[in-house]
């Protein structure tokens, strides 16, 4: 069987992509050049109100990035289009294409249904008006559906963590020596220093920042919303305790933290798993207390809305925090959880620890961030409205202050998962929290780092793929800020 090239039947683009990519650079070039000494385009004011400006060297730079951008983009979606279309024919472009038909199917669809309701949908629909917020949007379900179908075994060629004998540190599109019957033929971004499937291991790495990055934000916050809401609205003894607290964890450096945090020995005495134990405590206290300021005037109404609340979020509590039927289970001593006919789920130690990790380091900047937000605004006149009007403290917090901090924090947030992102990667490199085997980008950059300067292939993918999610997390944060500012 023959080895795959990167475009196989498809060469023909090659030529036309570099010239527009020739083209893009030194449009590039040249406006950055032309903004700095060339004089601004004269604009004049017509008699009739209508204005106008004179075509000089920038705006037909402006014309010369516009189009040049267009012809990239137009070039990478035929390769795409075409990929799909021929498969191996079109080399290993073609062949990743096809294999990742799901998630294009995904976006389209995604894309297509909210362009045609975006009016209907708030802050999200707003944010197809803003071209970086869509770009980074595409970035983000890209990796999101990635690891979702990912994990379905959808889009892998191979098992990331099976070695196939011949093919340790082999070139991308290298076929398999004998492959068996049903077995994907190609090792289509080549192997690693273990003989395991580069692309593979790249797509169930994206199923890992999916399940820890997204979540363990999302506790952070609720941490950080139900401590700052009141102290922010409340102040004096409460908010300086809680602020001291904050800046203690804060004035710590964060990775040495995190590495205190996963290191075997801290983990072999329970301490993470305490943790867990009372930081996720933080979403039942949030919603419990959001639901009964909301509801408090309607008791019919409340009282089995908040059984049924806390009887599921419970349940999912508890089935977080046990392992096998125990919270603690070391060789000293152990604490009872959940039985293990109801315990729903078991989260892995490595990803446990790591989760609780995350969470910690990020509530007190959380924290800080709404408390200064309910400072500000719990003077408005609404908050004295809402006052006057004899609502509660925790009504007033909940359900007047923090939605007219959604902005902020809505940006905050997705800054805050490409943080993580970042973390996540940077444990894994070290080799801390997750299993050495594991796929994780941090873990794959790191073994594909010690033989960097002969093989190339077993790094690049991952390191990309971080790149380009971290990217995309901070492109849709700007279109956010872009669309919030102008509510």
């Not at 204005?51 to 137009?74: K, M, P, Q």
């Not at 009016?119 to 990635?146: A, C, E, H, N, Q």
């Not at 604490?335 to 109801?342: A, F, H, K, Q, V």
Request: with cysteine.
């Amino acid at each position: 069987m023959e080895p795959l090239t990167w475009t196989g039947s498809i060469a023909f683009l090659n030529p036309l992509l570099m010239v527009a990519l020739a083209a893009l650079i030194l449009s590039i070039v040249i406006w950055i050049v032309g903004s700095i000494f060339l004089p601004e385009d004269q604009v004049t004011v017509n008699p009739d109100g209508t204005i106008t400006s004179s075509s000089g060297v920038r705006n037909l730079t402006n014309l010369a990035l516009r189009y040049s951008f267009v012809a990239c983009v137009a070039l990478a979606v035929g390769y795409l289009v075409l990929g799909i279309v021929m498969g191996t024919s079109a080399g290993i472009v073609g062949a990743i294409s096809q294999q990742f038909l799901p998630v294009w199917m995904a976006l389209v669809i995604m894309f297509a249904m909210s362009i045609a309701y975006k009016r209907r949908l708030g802050l999200y629909g707003k944010l197809y008006d803003s071209p970086i917020g869509m770009i980074g949007f595409g970035l983000v379900m890209f990796w999101v559906f990635t690891g979702i179908f990912g994990a379905l075994d959808l889009i892998v060629t191979q098992d990331p963590l099976a070695q196939v004998s011949g093919m340790k540190n082999k070139v991308p599109g290298t076929p398999l020596p004998s492959p068996e019957d049903g077995q994907y033929a190609w090792y289509l971004l080549g192997g690693d220093n273990l003989a395991r499937d580069v692309f593979s291991r790249m797509v169930k790495g994206a199923w890992i920042v999916v399940q820890i990055a997204p979540l363990a934000t999302m506790f952070a916050f609720m941490v950080g919303i139900t401590l700052g809401l009141p102290a922010g609205y409340y102040g004096g003894r409460l908010d300086t305790f809680l602020s001291f607290l904050a800046n203690l964890i804060l004035a710590f450096p964060v990775i040495l933290l995190f590495y205190l945090l996963v290191t075997p020995e801290i983990v072999a005495t329970g301490v993470p798993n305490y943790m867990a134990a009372v930081l996720f405590v933080f979403p039942i206290l949030f919603l419990t207390v959001l639901l009964n300021s909301r509801y408090y005037t309607r008791p019919s109404f409340r009282t089995p809305l908040l059984i049924g609340v806390l009887g599921v979020t419970v349940w999912l509590y508890l089935s977080l925090i046990s392992t096998n039927g125990y919270v603690i289970n070391t060789d000293d001593y152990s604490i009872w959880g959940l039985p293990t006919y109801l315990d729903l789920f078991d989260v892995p130690g490595g990803i446990l620890v790591v989760f609780v990790s995350v969470v910690f380091v990020n509530s007190p900047t959380v924290f800080r961030i709404v408390r200064g937000l309910a400072l500000d605004i719990k003077t408005r006149d609404y908050v004295a409205a809402a006052q006057t009007r004899g609502e509660g403290p925790w009504y007033i917090m909940l359900w007047e202050i923090l939605p007219n901090a959604r902005g902020p924090l809505i940006v905050d947030f997705c800054l805050r998962i490409g943080y993580t992102t970042i973390l996540l990667g940077t444990l894994g490199f070290f080799g801390l929290g997750l299993p050495p085997e594991s796929p994780d980008w941090g873990s794959t950059i790191n073994e594909g780092r010690k033989l960097l300067s002969i093989y190339l292939h077993p790094a690049l993918p991952p390191a990309f793929a971080l790149l380009s999610l971290v990217l995309g997390l901070n492109l849709l944060a700007d279109g956010l800020r872009e669309e919030s500012l102008k509510d």
